[in-house]
DNA sequence: GCATGTCAAGTTGTG
DNA sequence: CACAACTTGACATGC
């Protein structure tokens, strides 16, 4: 069992910058790249010092913030290494992530954010999303990440049609994001049960997270899902991913689907105490969460 | 200095 | 019909 970490450190001192459109349109485009120079060298930096910090706390996965290089697919201010001053210095914290990680078996991945949705009848929104696939996959590349990890998208009053865009979009991609691309159920339109045909049709990864499982059921125990999905990654080689969170409000009662600062022990499933698998920590606390929960089963391993 | 409103992008469900 | 929730700040602005 692999637990891992989300994006950001509650109590390390390690932060990530970033700017908007906005801001950089006041400038003129020297003074854009400086700025945008300076924020993606630090935050090249601190990606260098969070897997070593992952590591030093015997944490085996780190999730990368989607905006590691702030607005770098912007249709306005957009930009690539190369245009940037301390674009060199940048690549070789890159490189020196990857390194580190693969030493270490420090497992990276990507999360786009809502703004991708492959499924979308919205031919814009489709070309974005595939435009923002591309610059994620390019940067999993050069850091040595193995999963990006997407939800399926709306449903637009009919599930069957949107997922069968999603399989047209998904086959026009470029290898270095299809060989990434993950499908992840969702609290809200689609379950484990409605991804496992999309998944084994297109050959990928199903990633499952059970918070959202038990927010949205779909009939499966959470037995059944865990061992479902695990064949999607099982058959390709691969090792299993799943995402761990807690209700804020509690089971009863509240909306449960906001994340609570920390797990609770008795929301992590039976079955995951002996798999082998990557469980992404979806806490508030951060990285004090994580460990909490490892502090919490270290007996058991 | 410090508080507060704002920030590229989509979709759904609620008030 | 407008707006918050998703993940969660950090930045820019204005007092």
């Not at 890159?94 to 990680?101: D, E, G, I, Q």
């Amino acid at each position: 069992m692999r637990f891992g970490l989300c994006c950001l450190f509650k109590n390390e001192a390690i932060a990530f910058r970033t700017t908007t459109a906005k801001a950089l349109c006041s400038l003129p485009r020297s003074r854009q790249l400086e700025k945008l120079s300076g924020i993606c060298h630090s935050n090249a930096q601190s990606l260098v010092r969070a897997v070593q910090t992952v590591h030093s706390l015997g944490i085996g996965a780190f999730r990368i913030m989607s905006p590691l290089f702030p607005r770098i697919t912007h249709p306005d201010v957009g930009y690539g290494l190369d245009d940037l001053p301390d674009g060199e210095s940048i690549d070789s914290l890159l490189v020196a992530t990857r390194s580190f990680a693969r030493h270490h078996d420090i497992r990276l991945s990507f999360h786009p954010d809502q703004f991708v949705v492959l499924s979308s009848p919205r031919p814009d929104v489709v070309a974005n999303s595939i435009r923002e696939l591309a610059y994620q996959a390019w940067l999993a590349e050069a850091v040595g990440a193995d999963v990006i990890n997407l939800h399926a998208g709306g449903v637009y009053g009919d599930k069957l049609s949107a997922l069968q865009r999603f399989c047209q979009v998904f086959a026009d991609l470029p290898e270095i994001v299809r060989s990434r691309l993950t499908l992840e159920n969702d609290d809200v339109s689609y379950t484990v049960s409605d991804l496992l045909p999309v998944c084994e049709r297109l050959a990928i990864p199903l990633v499952y997270d059970v918070h959202h499982h038990r927010c949205k059921p779909d009939g499966l125990s959470v037995e059944e899902a865990t061992r479902l999905a695990g064949a999607t990654w099982q058959r390709l080689g691969r090792e299993q991913y799943c995402h761990l969170s807690s209700p804020k409000a509690g089971w009863e009662g509240g909306d449960p689907r906001p994340h609570a600062d920390y797990i609770d022990p008795e929301d992590m499933p039976a079955c995951w105490r002996e798999r082998a698998m990557t469980v992404d920590i979806e806490a508030k606390a951060k990285e004090l969460a994580v460990l909490r929960l490892m502090n919490c089963f270290s007996g058991g391993e």
